[in-house]
């Protein structure tokens, strides 16, 4: 199977790719059903998303809350935009740390690839203004930083 | 690994990703890390002391002063951001996979 790619675009993208071996029908249903979402979108091992809001309609909403075995836990909310059932999900979202984070707004592509499905991810931070406000954390400086170099590394 | 995890927890809180920000361009006292902030010093040596057991910043004795610096892997640490937003989504990823797999089969239907 192939690898997810994951690479920055210009000023305010990130755009990740990854294949997977079924149809685009499915991998949209497991992006959009909240009995599925809830059992991969969990991130690192250890956590568990014990709340799962995935209202897969325009201004439908989204609130995931995770929690691992320690007592950890934070959450994210965001909303539909668009959907174009099983070609492409456009959504907006924020994590809650809890102090929130900016709006990310994500457009996700699915197409046929051979039996399978290709995935793109396109995420676009906010405009310039936010982005300085972003910049001036220890958090982003470092993640600019990471951008550079997984651009030279691409 | 453990080591990134504290990192990442020390990372959560806004206060000490700007402290860390200030840091970025130099050395400084405790005094001049709590001006900017609407906080007492002990909140703010508070924090850096969460920052010094992540291994983000380093502090040296200077009579009663304890000025701190970035840790050199501190910045390192910082950088990781990404990689674990990889690493997070890769974890993700290989549990769609078989997920996808487990859809396939009619009758293992996601039942709850």
Known sequence: ?154 | MNNLDTAFSALSDPTRRAILARLALGEHTVMELAQPFDMSQPAISKHLRVLESAGLIARRVEGAKRPCRLAKGGVEAIDQWLAMLRRALTANYDRLDALLTEMKTPKTRTKR
């Open chain 1, 1 to 154: 199977m192939s690898k997810l790619t994951l690479k920055t675009e210009g000023d305010k993208h990130i755009v990740v790719t990854r294949r997977f071996a079924a149809p685009p029908e499915a991998v949209y249903r497991a992006h959009t059903d909240p009995k599925l979402v809830q059992k991969w979108l969990l991130g690192p091992e250890g956590w568990t998303m014990p709340v799962c809001i995935c209202e897969a309609r325009p201004q439908g909403k989204i609130r995931y809350e995770w929690a691992n075995e320690k007592g950890g836990g934070f959450y994210l909310t965001g909303e539909f935009i668009e959907l174009e059932p099983h070609r492409r999900i456009v959504h907006v979202e924020r994590m809650h740390l809890p102090d929130v984070t900016p709006d990310n707004h994500v457009e996700t592509r699915f197409e046929s690839d051979g039996t399978g499905t290709l995935m793109t991810m396109r995420m676009t931070l906010p405009d310039v203004e936010t982005r300085t406000q972003m910049l001036s954390t220890g958090m982003e400086r470092g993640m600019e930083a990471s951008y550079v170099r997984l651009e030279r590394m691409l």
